[in-house]
């Protein structure tokens, strides 16, 4: 469950009998217009996606600016891996995550521009090279408004990400 209390916002998990894991988790604290709104997908195993959209406004610029956060969790509440943080400028106000049938999760922040990812990866060999196509990387994606989108980043968590010639990675 997630919710709110005066500018923060906070996660608690809870037992088949309603009874909670551990204490809640401290997700983050809003500036203007209030606390983040945190929203809740189960990706299997027991593990679960929380993304929010924290932001504080700047007078000196007269505009939001605004940073979406992504992170795993295990069941019992506990964070795995690192938490994704994606500046958003004065885009996008409330994270609304969605799990597509290919096992990605497509997070759309409300401004025209979703953001997919897997949150899992496929499991590998240390060491060994894996190559992700710009098409395979694009896939399912479209624009609101129909203009052209493209790749402007890629990373991973582990290991290393190296942009190839032919556009793949």
Excluded: H
Aim: charged residues 15%; proline residues 7%; without cysteine.
């Amino acid at each position: 469950a997630a919710w709110t209390e005066r500018f923060s916002s906070y996660l608690q998990t809870f037992d088949a009998q309603g009874q909670p894991l551990g204490t809640p988790i401290f997700v983050g604290t809003g500036g203007m217009p209030g606390p983040p709104t945190v929203d809740l997908l189960s990706i299997g195993d027991g593990r679960f996606l929380a993304a929010w959209v924290e932001g504080d406004y700047s007078p000196a610029l007269m505009r939001f600016n605004n940073t979406l956060k992504v992170r795993t969790f295990e069941a019992d509440g506990t964070a795995v891996g690192e938490l994704i943080v994606i500046p958003m400028g004065s885009n996008g106000g409330r994270a609304s995550l969605q799990q597509l049938s290919d096992g990605s999760v497509l997070i759309d922040t409300g401004n025209g521009a979703p953001i997919q990812f897997l949150p899992i990866a496929p499991d590998g060999l240390q060491g060994a090279p894996y190559t992700i196509t710009r098409d395979s990387l694009l896939a399912g994606f479209r624009d609101v408004d129909g203009d052209a989108i493209s790749i402007t980043a890629l990373s991973a968590s582990t290991g290393t990400v190296t942009a190839n010639a032919d556009g793949s990675y």
